[in-house]
Nanobody, 117 residues
């Protein structure tokens, strides 16, 4: 059974940083592309970043380029999202998902990120 567990969300001031993690189990993590999405209140879920199975290919939404960094540790079956220079508009529930550039995938339960002074 596929399980994705996100951690690391919280309340942070504008300009601050957070590091999200996604611990994966129940599938072959090392051969799966992975991605981070987010959903703000009243808005559609959007792709934030994706990473290929070996980390050699990475992509970001324009809104987070230069501020967020996606990475993975296949030995630990864990994916990360380092978020720097956070803005109020980054406030959302952040989800990890199996697959990148794929039509379907499994979702984690999400972790809330709130950027506010």
């Amino acid at each position: 059974q596929v399980q994705l567990v996100e951690n690391g969300g919280g309340l942070v001031q504008p300009g601050g940083s957070l590091r999200l993690s996604c611990a994966a189990s129940g599938f072959a993590f090392s051969i799966s592309g992975m991605s981070w999405y987010r959903q703000a209140p009243g808005k559609a879920r959007e792709l934030v970043a994706g990473i290929s199975r070996d980390g050699s290919s990475i992509g970001y939404a324009d809104s987070v380029k230069g501020r967020f960094t996606i990475s993975r540790d296949n030995a630990r079956a864990t994916m990360y999202l380092q978020m720097n220079y956070l803005k109020p508009e980054d406030t959302a529930v952040y989800y990890c998902r199996t697959g990148w550039r794929a039509a379907t995938g499994h979702w984690g339960q999400g972790t809330q990120v709130t950027v506010s002074s």
